[in-house]
């Protein structure tokens, strides 16, 4: 624990945490560029009830935390441990390709798992921002530790809002006309 005499509360120091990033994939089939994004389409992961899409990256968060009353009356949480895991779905043909169109989905395939990679570190770094958004958090005049509690979900839903828009955005730049999935998704279809 570091303590300290300016702070009224000793803060437990945390030990250095990694994510657990895992790939699942789902079968595809096709002859041709064409007929491989148009099985992505028909067997994509579904973003909502109704959307596919190409891939994506999901992740599980659960959180090991202690508060501790302080004799002041006030509650600190001393530490907070994510255990975070990010599992990326990907396509992934159903039987070997011919040479010339495993060379266009190797290429398509790198750069959707690149994307889906930024979109997992973007997932760490706010499991980084919670974490440090966390630990020292306070309230007064909460011996039962409610207020602090209360208080760390409003500050976790302002964090993943802003995570849910970072991540928004940077789908809508890359598929845009002229964008990096878009660039991949006409060189498979189109062998450009």
């Not at 891939?55 to 090991?64: G, P, Q």
């Not at 828009?165 to 062998?191: A, C, P, Q, T, W």
Request: aromatic fraction near 6%.
């Amino acid at each position: 624990m570091a303590c300290s005499v300016l702070i009224p509360f000793c803060v437990q120091a945390q030990t250095p945490w990694q994510p657990v990033e895992q790939v699942q994939t789902y079968s595809i089939t096709g002859d041709s560029g064409v007929d491989l994004y148009a099985s992505i389409g028909e067997r994509g992961p579904k973003i909502g009830k109704e959307v596919r899409t190409i891939a994506h990256a999901n992740f599980k968060l659960t959180w090991t935390r202690k508060y501790e009353p302080q004799p002041n009356g006030a509650c600190t949480l001393v530490s907070a441990r994510p255990k975070l895991v990010i599992t990326y779905m990907l396509p992934k043909p159903a039987s070997p390709l011919q040479p010339d169109l495993k060379r266009k989905w190797d290429i398509f395939i790198d750069g959707v798992r690149r994307h889906e990679q930024v979109h997992g570190a973007a997932i760490v770094d706010m499991v980084k921002e919670i974490e440090q958004a966390s630990v020292g958090l306070s309230a007064a005049n909460d011996p039962k530790c409610s207020k602090v509690r209360a208080d760390l979900q409003a500050k976790l839903g302002e964090i993943s809002r802003a995570q849910r828009k970072r991540s928004s955005d940077f789908d809508r730049m890359e598929m845009s006309e002229g964008g990096n999935v878009h660039r991949l998704i006409l060189n498979l279809v189109n062998g450009h």
